[in-house]
């Protein structure tokens, strides 16, 4: 069973020439069988049924029995109809006829139409769906398996090498495929030169690991497979889509792609409580400008402030800086004119630590830095949470290394501002770690911990980062 190749991308070894370069070809195989996928045909009943719920149309026949459906359906490949349970009455069934045999599935409905896990305005889509997919998977079982073997995705990552030229060349049209019939050609190209993009913008980027943030989504029109260049097939729920980045693949084909995700900022709304990673990615820094910001600001004009960080500014006013970042990002003004008192910078910044969906130190192992803490020998202490923070993801690490070296010079003025690395620990330890189950318990027990964990890495600064 061998899809008719029409792919050139087995011929995608990469070369230096730019003139070399063959933008990769979208695989119409996919896209050909579900054009030639039976078409839904309702078998209606002859007359009302008084027991027909009012969501299903006369494709409902009431309480008939299996070799009846049977018979009402026979000959027609895509013909349906729907049947009460005779053992069960209430419970629906959906007969189908495909290949030569019907098929009867439980029908269920809750405001949607589902027999499995996708959810459908009509029992007409849910059937169209579900011979699509039939067809698919029965035809091309060989070929679904195999697809994700010579992926293209490393391709279009190629594009980063031609810059401009290619990129020009791409968005003229040259990425059309040859051998497919498209209804909008602007859907073919716009991947690649999205990509293409993306990956010129990689080269002054952070290097760090993201592992993309794939959602179930359903494509209107035909889509593309931006991993193995395959159709996406179904009538909704075809594949994933990344919520940061906007990369479209088949769901199978998102266990394989590289955590490589470039977040778009179109697609990042809000600056506080984004995801640390997706945030630094994002806005192309090494950590979350709301803490750089910040501490540069503090840094200026309150480091001898008396309790910095531990008494608080006004809360609608932080809610105010929250609202500027948000809103302006990098451009949001957090100066003296803005905001005279410098507690509500120190305030911005534990809450912008505090909301983060992961905290600075990670959910994962919260609990091995509260076990170091817990150790009796100090050297041994101290060795245990160097391991943690060498397991921390590198946005985190990198967050938490320039925060604890900014602390450190915040202790330095102890004599004008009364903070030192136990207070400090006291302030920042529920701020940067929280237990990934809270309760009152928990959290009371490890507050000792917390703290004592924040006091070392401000005390021990210069040996653990
Ligand atoms: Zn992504
Ligand atoms: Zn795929």
């Given amino acids: 069973m061998a899809a008719s190749s029409n792919s050139s991308l087995s011929g995608s070894s990469l070369s230096s020439d730019p003139e070399d370069y063959q933008p990769p070809i979208w695989k119409s195989y996919l896209y050909q069988l579900q054009q030639e996928a039976p078409r839904p045909k ?23 029995s299996r070799e009846s459906a ?114 909008r050609d602007e859907r073919i190209s716009s991947p690649l030169v999205r990509r293409s993009a993306l990956k010129d913008a990689t080269e002054k980027q952070c290097s760090y690991d ?31 889509r990344c919520s940061d ?14 955590s490589d995700c470039q977040p778009d ?52 006013h932080i809610e105010d800086v929250r609202l500027a970042f948000d809103r302006d990002g990098d451009k949001a003004d957090i100066s003296a004119n803005a905001y005279a008192d410098i507690n509500i910078i120190a305030g911005a910044l534990k809450l912008y630590l505090r909301d983060l969906p992961i905290p ?3 959910f994962d192992l919260y609990s091995k830095f509260i076990q170091a803490a817990k150790i009796p020998i100090a050297d041994a202490r101290l060795e245990a949470v160097h391991e943690g923070l060498l397991q921390l993801p590198p946005a985190h690490y990198e967050t938490l290394r320039y925060l604890m070296a900014h602390l450190k010079r915040v202790t330095m003025f102890e004599k004008d501002n009364f903070m030192n690395a136990e207070n400090l620990g ?40």
């Fill in 42 to 64: 309702r078998i209606t009943c002859p007359q009302e049924m008084e027991s027909r719920p009012k969501y299903y149309g006369r494709e409902f026949h009431g309480m008939i």
């Fill in 70 to 183: 049977d018979e009402l359906l026979a000959g027609a490949e895509g013909a349906y109809l729907i049947r009460e349970s005779q053992r069960q009455p209430g419970m629906h069934t959906l007969a189908l006829r495909f290949g030569l045999q019907t098929l009867n599935y439980r029908l269920f409905y809750d405001g949607k139409h589902f027999v499995g896990e996708k959810r459908f305005e009509s029992v007409h889509d849910l059937v169209t769906d579900a011979l699509i997919t039939l067809h698919i998977e029965t035809k091309a079982a060989e070929y679904i398996a195999k697809m994700t073997t010579n992926p293209i995705y490393e391709h279009l990552g190629y594009t980063s090498l031609l810059k401009d030229e290619a990129a020009h060349r791409l968005s003229r049209g040259r990425a059309e495929p040859r051998r497919v019939t498209f209804q």
């Fill in 210 to 240: 993201k592992v993309h943030n794939f959602k179930v989504h359903t494509f209107r029109g035909p889509h593309w497979c931006e991993y193995c260049a395959n159709f996406m097939w179904g009538l909704i729920a075809q594949g994933v």
């Fill in 245 to 258: 980045c906007g990369l479209n693949v088949h769901k199978q084909c998102s266990k394989l792609v590289p």
């Fill in 265 to 316: 900022l179109r697609r990042i709304k809000k600056v506080f409580s984004c995801d640390l990673t997706t945030l630094v990615k994002a806005h192309n820094t090494t950590r979350p400008m709301v803490v750089d910001m910040c501490i540069r600001e503090i840094e200026l004009r309150g480091m001898k402030s008396e309790g910095l960080y531990r008494v608080s500014g006004f809360s609608e």
């Fill in 360 to 362: 600075v130190i990670t």
């Fill in 426 to 465: 006291i302030v920042f330890g529920p701020t940067l770690m929280q237990p990934p189950e809270q309760n009152a318990l928990t959290t009371l027990n490890d507050m000792r911990q917390q703290k004592l964990v924040v006091q070392l890495m401000i005390e021990h600064e210069d040996v653990l980062f």
